[in-house]
């Protein structure tokens, strides 16, 4: 016969332990950066209490249960009730990515999902916030099925470009905030910038030298400094084949790794190719493009190219030799209207931060000394 006994702050049902009692404690109380101390002590449980209900071996009280909601901003319906499929219609960005796993936000008042995209190893091992029912799938518009709560992914601040500080700044967004969290996707300048103008990014990261910018900035866009670093040539450690510059290219010994159509290194490897008076049909390597900086520079680490074009913290990451081209501003363009809401919000007081400056200083040569301020169009 099922035995029933009461606690101070827990009701025990069972104590043989064959009835379990689901629930979603522990992901809340994660997903809001406690540890069970910290609960417990917000709740006025013990920590042992916490664990148990965590682990579904008891069944906390009415006042426990309301307690434990209100702490961890949730509802008690949403802690214990049974696990039901919840499911999102959300525009579908780029269909051919070739996964199902998504990641979810509020854009311009609508769900936006973003897949995994392969071949990105940051990308394939975070988290993501659903999966996409590809028979609920037509004209860019998927059903996904959530792996968290709505109100724990609509605040998900999509940065756009191939910065990789931006992963960094990421994670430091996603470790602050316990409404919002952040995700970088390793995007091109260009394709940064028709993320934000099509509204499936809330930031665009782009990268240049010339003053005023190149690029077109749409209206009611803000630009906010990231940080400066060198562009330039990657070569292996000790540059044990000699390269000096572009014109060396068209003798066939050396392989290119180059990036795709609309990026900034593409543009000043055509540049560089320009200013030596020659062109690229013949260059081993040309039609060999990698997608973001990291990229480049692993081409290079692993043997696969010679050298490459890409940011000096790159080249530092991958330990590899790094010779300079010119000097680039790396910018986040955020549209006006969300400037002063809470995910921007977070971002921007990320990037005044102590810590992350210095850490952002420690991934390779970077200045960031005007690091966070907004810049006036």
């Known amino acids: 016969m099922e035995k029933i006994f009461y606690a101070r702050d827990v009701v025990y049902v069972n104590e043989v332990r064959t009835i379990k009692f689901p629930n979603h404690v522990q992901d809340a109380r994660t997903d809001r950066k406690m540890t069970r101390e910290e609960l417990a002590l917000a709740v006025g449980i013990t920590r042992q209490s916490v664990r148990l209900i965590e682990i579904g071996e008891v069944c906390p009280s009415a006042a426990v249960a309301l307690h434990m909601a209100k702490v961890l901003h949730t509802t008690v319906e949403a802690l214990f009730a049974e696990d039901e499929e919840q499911k999102v219609r959300a525009k579908l960005v780029d269909e051919q990515a070739g996964s199902d796993r998504v990641f979810l936000s509020a854009l311009g008042g609508s769900w936006v999902a973003r897949p995994v995209r392969y071949g990105e190893v940051a990308s394939i091992s975070q988290p993501v916030h659903g999966m996409v029912h590809t028979d609920g799938t037509s004209n860019g518009v998927a059903d996904v099925a959530l792996f968290r709560e709505p109100q724990q992914v609509k605040e998900t601040v999509f940065i756009s470009g191939c910065e990789i500080g931006l992963g960094l700044l990421s994670h430091f967004i996603q470790t602050k905030s316990m409404t919002s969290g952040a995700v970088w996707f390793n995007r091109s300048n260009q394709k940064a910038l028709s993320d934000l103008i099509t509204g499936t990014a809330h930031v665009a990261a782009i990268h240049h030298s010339a003053a ?127 400037i002063g809401a809470g995910p921007i919000q977070q971002m921007l007081d990320v990037l005044h931060s102590s810590r992350f400056l210095r850490e952002l200083q420690a991934m390779g040569p970077y200045d960031t000394q005007h690091t966070g301020q907004i810049i006036e169009n």
Do not use: C
Request: charged content about 20%; glycine content about 10%; proline content about 6%.
């Open 212 to 338: 005023p910018l190149a690029v077109n900035i749409p209206d009611q866009v803000r630009m906010v400094y990231f940080a400066s670093e060198e562009m330039g040539w990657v070569v292996p450690k000790g540059n044990p084949k000699g390269f000096r510059d572009a014109e060396q290219l068209l003798s066939g010994y050396f392989r290119l790794v180059n990036r795709e159509k609309g990026a900034g290194a593409r543009e000043l490897i055509d540049r560089e190719l320009r200013t030596a008076g020659r062109g690229e049909i013949a260059i081993p390597g040309y039609a060999y493009e990698a997608h973001g900086h990291l990229a480049v520079a692993e081409a290079v680490a692993m043997g696969t190219a010679d050298v490459g074009v890409a940011h000096a913290s790159a080249a530092a990451a991958m330990g590899l030799d790094f010779l300079p081209l010119q000097a680039e501003v790396s910018l986040l363009l955020v549209p006006q209207s969300l």
